[in-house]
Nanobody, 115 residues
Framework: QVQVVESGGGLVQPGGSLRLSCAVS????????IGWYCQAPGKQRELVAA???????HYADSVKGRFTISRDNAKNTVYLQMSSLKPEDTAVYLC?????????WGQGTQVTVSS
């Protein structure tokens, strides 16, 4: 059973930074892609950033230049470095790992941007 575990959320002031972590069971290279999604109350889940097995990254327009997705292969962990945070970034952030037609979700970690 694939496990996906997020951590690193919390309360941060506008303009601040946070780093989220997504630890997966097994090798990162066993997945086609790993991505971060956000879901705010009353809104649909949206893709924030993703990284493919080959290292290609993709970002939502709203986070380009502010967020960076990266990975540590030895730790089987994908990170989302979030900078210049805005109140509208407030959401539950979920990690998703995809292999073939299967995708696996973590429980999510809350990020709240507020003064």
């Amino acid at each position: 059973q694939v496990q996906v575990v997020e951590s690193g959320g919390g309360l941060v002031q506008p303009g601040g930074s946070l780093r989220l972590s997504c630890a997966v069971s097994g090798s990162i290279f066993s997945f086609d892609a790993i991505g971060w999604y956000c879901q705010a109350p009353g809104k649909q889940r949206e893709l924030v950033a993703a990284i493919t097995r080959g290292g290609i990254t993709h970002y939502a327009d709203s986070v380009k230049g502010r967020f960076t997705i990266s990975r540590d292969n030895a730790k089987n962990t994908v990170y989302l470095q979030m900078s210049s945070l805005k109140p509208e970034d407030t959401a539950v952030y979920l990690c998703n790992a995809v292999v073939s037609v299967h995708d696996y979700w973590g429980q999510g970690t809350q990020v709240t941007v507020s003064s």
